[in-house]
C-alpha cells in the first residue's frame, strides 16, 4: 500500500513560514482528496485543508488568508505553504489522501510545527 512521508517541519518565530511535503511511495496516483490535518497537546485533531483532484481548496476558518495548499500530481506530492504563522499553529501536522476506488484512506506519520511568540 502506499506510504506518505512529510516534511517541512520545525521551530520559527512568530511571523514566519514553513512549508510542509508530503509524498506518497510507489506509483503516481490522483488521489481523490489530499489534506492537511493538526494535533495540539490535549486538543483534538483538526482538519486544516484540503484540495480535490480538480484542485478545489477548503481551508479552516483560522488559517484562511495565511496556508495554502497545492498539490503536484505527477510527483505525487502536495505542499502546505504556511505564512504568518502564529503561536496557536503550534501542532503535530499530519497529511492524509484517500483514494476512493480501492477504498484507500492513508494517513502519514506527522510532523512537528512550533512556533514560538
Known amino acids: 500500500q502506499v506510504q506518505l512521508v512529510e516534511s517541512g517541519g520545525g521551530l520559527v518565530q512568530a511571523g514566519g513560514s514553513l512549508r510542509l511535503s508530503c509524498t506518497a511511495s510507489?506509483?503516481?496516483?490522483?488521489?481523490?482528496?489530499m489534506g492537511w490535518y493538526r494535533q495540539a497537546p490535549g486538543k483534538q485533531r483538526e482538519q486544516v485543508a484540503i484540495?480535490?483532484?480538480?484542485?478545489?481548496?477548503k481551508y479552516v476558518d483560522s488559517v484562511k488568508g495565511r496556508f495554502t495548499i497545492s498539490r503536484d500530481n505527477a510527483k505525487n506530492t502536495m505542499y502546505l505553504q504556511m505564512s504568518s504563522l502564529k503561536p496557536e499553529d503550534t501542532a503535530f501536522y499530519y497529511c492524509?489522501?484517500?483514494?476512493?476506488?480501492?477504498?484507500?484512506?492513508?494517513w502519514g506519520q506527522g510532523t512537528q510545527v512550533t512556533v514560538s511568540s
Open positions: 484540495i480535490t483532484t480538480g484542485g478545489s481548496t
Open positions: 510507489g506509483n503516481s496516483f490522483s488521489f481523490n482528496v
Open positions: 492524509n489522501v484517500q483514494l476512493w476506488m480501492h477504498g484507500w484512506d492513508i
